[in-house]
């Protein structure tokens, strides 16, 4: 069955620092791996997608994501973090009946 | 662009009575809209699919009787709670697709609902 692993529950980051939140999946044919970022009061915003081709995605906001498939892992990175990034951010992988299966998210905490 | 409203955001319900909550897609057709419900620091699990004019799909473990969907146009989508009880106060969130296909895979999601039963 198809799953999908956040393995950090909170991260805190000072503002400016690097940020990687990590993701694993388990799908049996070529997933569809998307990033969301959830903030409070609105709904989720997609952040980037991988369908196919270059496994470097850059998405909004200055995040990106690298899919290796070796390692099962779909990683969201970003260089500098703003106090705005705080919020919470769900892994997510797609099959093939166009559902939507979550990881539990990781809620990111930026220090000033 | 592609933006989905749930109505209301907050509702509060005595337990046995019903509520229904609004799914819209305010600038595009939904040919497709997904439930999800959303545990407090866990992920969105989601309950059922449904298609313009079609039933409602419903995952494993979902109790179609008790959660009503109905999705009448290409714009609207309602889930009703019947006989609510306290096990179901949750958030409640929709999303949205245009038209889903290899290419297209994308998915709007609303601002979600919060259910409390007493």
């Not at chain 1, 369908?51 to 779909?74: H, N, P, Y």
């Not at chain 2, 749930?6 to 439930?35: N, Y």
Request: overall charge neutral; charged content about 15%.
């Amino acid at each position: 069955a198809q799953s999908v692993t956040q393995p950090d529950i909170h991260i805190t980051v000072s503002e400016g620092a690097s940020l990687e939140l990590r993701c694993n999946y388990s799908y049996g044919a070529t997933p569809y791996l998307f990033w969301y970022v959830q903030s409070p009061g609105q709904g989720l915003q997609l952040l980037l997608k991988y369908f196919s081709g270059d496994t470097l995605v850059q998405g909004i906001k200055g995040f990106e994501a690298e899919f290796k498939r070796s390692q099962s892992s779909f990683n969201l990175r970003k260089p500098s973090v703003h106090w705005s990034d705080a919020a919470e951010y769900f892994c997510a992988v797609g099959d093939s009946s166009y559902k939507l299966i979550f990881g539990s998210g990781t809620r990111l905490l930026v220090r000033p | 662009g592609a933006v989905v409203s749930q109505h209301p955001s907050r509702v509060i319900c005595k337990s046995g009575t019903s509520v229904k909550i609004e799914c819209r897609s305010l600038d595009f057709q939904a040919t497709t809209m997904f439930w999800y419900r959303q545990f407090p620091k866990q992920s969105l699990m989601l309950m059922a699919t449904s298609n313009e004019g079609s039933k409602a799909t419903y995952e494993q473990g979902v109790e179609k009787d008790k959660f009503l969907i109905n999705h009448a146009s290409l714009t609207l989508s309602t889930l009703t709670v019947t006989s609510a009880h306290p096990e179901d106060s949750s958030f409640y969130i929709c999303s949205a697709a245009q038209g889903l296909s290899s290419f297209s895979y994308e998915q709007y999601f609303g601002p979600g609902t919060r259910l409390t039963v007493t």
